[in-house]
């Protein structure tokens, strides 16, 4: 015979969680919160949105955080997905991972000496249900000569990186200040203002 306390634990079920997305940055970030999940990559066209003029950046990385949530959320109704898409933009204009050593160059030539802003927008969904919010952080780097930006683009290699850079990795050294609520979003996954949104959803977090 089970006692009311073994009732009672067999009445909660936590639901499952699951991060849709197939980004290693992403997936090491959720991974600091010590709970269960898997990654589920969504099946989103993310040009048919980046390249909507009407919008702006804040508004692209917000869809894109939607839709990856409702994409995933319509195979798995009753878990708890997370959607989140991180936006890099300067003059109001969104700023694209460079892919290749060249282009990765061009670009931190170009945010040399300048300020530009990092939006993460995250999307949690169950079901009907769900909360969304972004997170900026306004990254002022150092003016750099070509042989010190060449040198960290060969240390770091940020080429899937929406701003060329790897923070967490050698890029934190580009910069003379950062201002943002929550570090982590500047990685892409923003845990301080997640981690209460989880909570609201059942999703227990240690600590």
Known sequence: MSSDSDAGKEAYAEPQL???SGSRYRRELLEQLGVAFQTVSPRVDESAIQERTDLSPQQVAEQLAYWKAAAVSEQFPDAVVIGSDQVATIDGRI???PETRE???TQIRELSGRTHFLLAA???KQGREE????VEARMAMKPLSQ???EAYVDQDQAFDCVGGYRWESAGERLFESVETSDPTAIIGLPLEELTPVL???GIRVPG
């Open 122 to 124: 995250v999307c949690v």
């Open 199 to 201: 909570e609201g959803f």
């Open 18 to 20: 699951i991060l849709a």
């Open 131 to 134: 909360r969304q919010f972004c």
């Open 95 to 97: 700023l694209q991972k």
């Open 103 to 105: 282009r990765t160059i």
């Open 147 to 149: 042989a010190a930006i």
